[in-house]
């Protein structure tokens, strides 16, 4: 066994009283944390709050079964979490769960049914050229550079542009500076050396000069001038409209967020590259040029040509023709300009990136080529009132519970319950304020299995103070008084809860590993309470008992305290001398 | 209490007591007839798998639509084109089960199924699941289980000893063969919630093991020192004087499942808290009796077999059949606890201490069984 302290108790035993202030201070510190964060209830989960709960999985391309892996996942993430989000609720989340799943959760009052479309259907990235831009809404409205209006004789898509612009010049003050910034990327060529004279590229650029473009009615044009006068990017239900669903053999107007955080308006011309024909993408810090973080690319052997078109056509032009515009979803994320045409087949975009928006460009431009889609595998819709009626169920069923554990902890260990009791409320208490923690911090939210969890915990929970107790009681039946009684059962006590407690939170932990969706929260309370049984058994329920073991009522052996040693069956003093006949054991060996 | 205590302190003391290491070729025929029956049903009648594990749709109307469970059968079978089940449950509200639909149609099932019953189409409740959704569950479950088995045994195999952890192994297996033929056996509806509780009984039922192996491991800890008691023997009594506690860990587990089932039940009719309580109901109560009729026993059963714990054995028989023969019947008398809590030594202690150092080689020996006793000065133990 592992050694009770034989002889004197340990010292910890001999001041109950820090664990219990200790206990106390813990407490009274995190309920007055939770206040003062605000978040005085646990975040429901979709279940109990209503609203929409979708999972999907990822599934390869075939022969890319690898393409499933923690990068691409969180890439994904991140673009639906853009996607769902832009339809102007905020309060939308997804993340990843298990290795192949994602779960969306959408509260109520949100449009559910868009929301699932938006996630359900693969993300178009496109690239296209920029036809002509501007700062959007605000007072400081900055006017496309100047540039703009002398490039529009060069093309016949620039009548769309021209107009744009001469439209925005009149309504706003010229700022130069405008363009600058929102230029100050720019495309190379990743690998110098493998850069193709110019020449033939432009000249194959100029012969087929923005064909579609060319082709547009004036009738949609005009059209596309409206819209772009009237596009104000800084209001989130515009954007979350402008530009969606626009053919890719169209021009369109989009909005996006310039480096200096401004929203800026676009009209873009058809798209000539689209997603899928970039390979991969990523950040890099080059060290070479001193230009910091950049994004390179790498395209398909179809997407090196036609991005080497694009940049041949673009480089010629003034900006901010020279530009083109990624758009995802259709926002533009970046807005590149092009010094010259590139057609190695890969491509860097410098600019003053911080290293997190070169990652970020970078997981937007490589979603396209990911090879994963996502198929709906379950989608859970709770309406307000079915929430509010499980979050009820589960409360009621807890108190039942909890009241049932109350009344036999009463009735079996009678005066000891004034030890289990508060016990299991401090446990409770714990667990609540613990819940309300979690929310904002790890983004925790307490659904149906979780509450289940809870309510199953009470009797793991209440499971160790009858080990404890137990092992009181057979001290007490070897013919001990409580005090030493008290001390000698705690070291044996302790160590089964501890093995058992173990066991019960590697379920819990294997389970919230390995599991998905709701299991996972089953899991989590699970392995909190169990926990937070130790805690409380260690720094509350055992410092209670020795202090009350001093008292009378419990040291003698009161009738109602649930330690009469007459009514356990304690050897009595005198039949020891005489052994009349004889339990046993080597037991307590 | 007083009942139930003294009875505790008679099992405690071994005065009583149930054989359960004796008897138990009689609990693993009883075992192994529950498992063969719980293979067969699942062979024969295999487990009714819920909605998520085909595919479909389940909606849950709002309470007390007026549209009864045929109309609104037929509603739903006209909307969707396939088999619909349709429960009332118990707060009036309808629960319809759609099997084999993909989830994209479901919007437009859905919005049809509101029309036809006159009630908001946001107002309905609604649970897709791909075909593929229950058994990515299932997997996960069985992946889990398989890692928290091999972790466990490794545990246990280090915290006690490898036929430990053998037996809780076993243990645990019957306990979820017992429950998903319960399952088969009734046709109780397995759904992610009942996987749920499933994975939970888990951790459940080797915590009561645990407890009674951490007895049994204590109590046995000198075993080779004396010569009165077989591994069985004690293993009995560790059993016995756990028996109150498990028991009551039993009863207080179970007591907040059985509130969890009577409102998942009874109030809400159907769904995850129903389902979750169902199993652990089920799993707990299978797993209170295999630890105490399979796990330990079995642990006996193997500890026997060591040549150590066999030599043992003979010593023991050995004495009692001499004691027999002498006419002496053996009695099982208590071997000296040897040592005094300070706190606990009456004040008339003046006698020798016994020292910390001899307790265990003295304590558990024949010739120290007298000692101390008829002290004058009242050093009992």
């Known amino acids: 066994m592992a050694a009770p302290k034989r002889g004197r108790s340990g010292s910890a035993q001999s001041k109950p009283w820090r664990p219990l202030g200790f206990i106390l201070i813990a407490i009274v510190a995190l309920t007055g944390g939770m206040f003062a964060s605000g978040h005085n209830t646990p975040r429901l989960g979709i279940d109990l709050a209503g609203g929409t709960s979708i999972t999907l999985r990822a599934v390869a391309e075939p022969g890319q079964e690898s393409a499933i892996n923690k990068t691409n996942m969180d890439t994904a993430v991140d673009i639906m979490n853009r996607r769902v989000n832009g339809l102007g609720v905020s309060e939308a989340e997804v993340q990843t769960q298990g290795n192949k799943n994602i779960i969306v959760n959408i509260p109520k009052g949100t449009n559910s049914k868009e929301a699932r479309q938006q996630v359900g259907t693969t993300a178009k990235l496109y690239f296209r050229p920029v036809l002509a831009t501007e700062v959007s809404g605000g007072a400081a409205t900055a006017t496309p550079s100047p540039s703009a209006s002398s490039s529009a004789s060069d093309k016949a898509t620039d009548k769309a542009t021209d107009k744009a612009t001469d439209k925005s010049t009149s309504s706003s003050s010229a700022t130069p500076s405008a363009t600058a910034t929102s230029q100050g990327r720019a495309v190379t060529d990743a690998l110098k050396a493998d850069a193709t004279p110019s020449a033939s590229a432009s000249s194959k650029a100029s012969s087929s000069a923005s064909p579609s473009a060319s082709s547009s009615s004036d009738d949609s044009t005009s059209k596309l001038q409206a819209q772009y006068a009237a596009l104000d990017c800084t209001k989130k239900s515009v954007r979350a409209t402008a530009g969606k669903g626009a053919k890719p053999t169209d021009s369109t107007v989009a909005c996006g967020q310039n480096s200096q955080k401004q929203w800026q308006k676009y009209i873009l011309g058809p798209a000539e590259v689209d997603g899928t024909d970039v390979k991969k993408a990523q950040a890099v810090f080059n060290t070479q040029t001193a230009a910091g973080w950049t994004v390179t690319m790498d395209f398909t052997g179809k997407g090196a040509k036609k991005f080497a078109d694009i940049t041949g056509k673009l480089a010629q032009n003034q900006s901010p023709q020279n530009q083109f515009a990624i758009v995802l979803d259709g926002e533009v994320v970046s807005d590149p300009y092009v010094k010259q045409a590139l057609t190695g087949g890969n491509a860097e975009i410098s600019g003053s990136f911080t290293q997190e928006e070169a990652q970020g460009l970078a997981n937007m431009l490589s979603y396209g080529a990911l090879p994963l889609s996502f198929k709906e595998d379950s989608v859970t819709t709770v309406t307000a009132a079915l929430g509010g009626e499980q979050l009820h169920a589960g409360l009621i069923a807890g108190a039942i519970g909890l009241a049932l554990v109350v009344l036999y902890l009463l009735v079996f260990y009678r005066g000891l319950s004034v030890i289990a009791i508060p016990s299991l409320m401090v446990s409770a208490i714990l667990t609540y304020v613990i819940m309300s923690l979690l929310g904002p911090t790890i983004g925790f939210a307490l659904n149906l299995p979780a509450v289940c969890g809870a309510i199953v915990a009470i009797g793991i929970t209440a499971d160790s103070f009858i080990v404890f107790f137990e092992r009181i009681r057979d001290e007490i039946r070897e013919g001990r008084s409580l005090r030493p009684a008290v001390e000698r059962a705690w070291p044996r006590a302790r160590r089964t809860i501890l093995v058992s407690d173990f066991v019960s939170f590697l379920a819990a932990a294997v389970l919230f590993i390995v599991t998905v969706g709701k299991v996972q929260g089953f899991a989590f309370t699970l392995g909190l309470t169990t926990v937070l049984d130790v805690v409380v058994v260690f720094l509350f329920t055992k410092p209670l008992m020795t202090i009350l073991a001093r008292r009378k009522f419990f040291a003698s052996g009161h009738k109602w305290s649930g330690l009469d040693p007459k009514a356990l069956g304690a050897k009595p003093p005198l039949r020891r001398t005489r052994r009349p006949h004889a339990p046993v054991d080597p037991k307590e060996a | ?381």
Do not use: C
């Open chain 2, 1 to 381: 209490m007083s009942k139930i205590g003294s009875i505790g302190a008679r099992l405690h003391r071994g005065e009583v007591g149930y054989d359960f290491v004796g008897n138990r070729k009689i609990w693993y025929g009883i075992s192994i007839l529950i498992t063969i029956t719980a293979i067969l049903g699942l062979a024969v009648r295999g487990l009714n798998m819920g909605i998520e594990f085909q595919g479909g749709a389940v909606f849950t109307t709002p309470k007390h639509v007026s549209t009864s469970v045929t109309s609104a059968e037929e509603y739903a079978e006209d909307a969707s084109g396939h088999d619909a089940i349709v429960q009332k449950l118990g707060d009036g509200s309808l629960r319809i089960q759609i099997a084999g639909i993909d989830t994209d149609k479901s919007d437009a099932i859905k919005d049809k199924l509101a029309q036809e019953m006159k009630v908001d189409s946001e107002s309905i409740n609604a649970d897709l699941v791909g075909p593929s959704w229950g058994d990515q569950i299932a997997d996960k479950a069985w992946q889990g289980l398989g890692i928290f088995m091999v972790l466990v045994v490794i545990y246990l195999a280090i915290a006690f000893e490898w036929r430990m952890a053998l037996a809780a192994l076993v243990a645990l297996i019957h306990d979820i063969t017992i429950t998903t033929g319960i399952y088969a056996l009734v046709g109780f509806e397995v759904t992610p919630g009942t996987v749920i509780g499933l994975l939970t009984i888990l951790g459940y039922s080797l915590y009561d093991t645990v407890v009674v192996f951490d007895s049994l491991k204590e109590q046995t800890k000198d075993i080779t020192k004396q010569t009165r008691w077989t591994y069985s023997d004690i293993a009995n009594r560790s059993i016995n004087s756990t028996l109150v506690r498990s028991i009551n860990t039993t009863v207080v587990a179970l007591l907040p499942v059985a509130g969890l089932l009577f409102i998942g039940g009874g109030f809400l009719g159907a769904g995850m808290l129903n389902d979750i309580s169902l199993s652990l109901f089920v799993g707990l109560a299978a797993g209170a009796y295999s630890s105490i009729f399979i796990a330990t026993p079995l642990v006996a059963d193997l500890k026997e077999r060591e040549p150590q714990m066999k030599a043992l054995k003979k010593r023991v028989l050995a004495k009692r059949a001499q004691a027999a023969a002498q006419g002496t019947q053996v009695q099982p008398e208590t071997v000296d606890e040897s040592y005094d809590e300070p706190e606990d030594a009456a004040p008339a202690v003046v006698g020798p201490r016994n020292q910390p150092a001899s307790r265990t080689t003295a304590r558990n020996q024949p010739s120290s069984r007298n000692r101390g006793r008829g002290r004058p000065s009242g050093k009992r133990r």
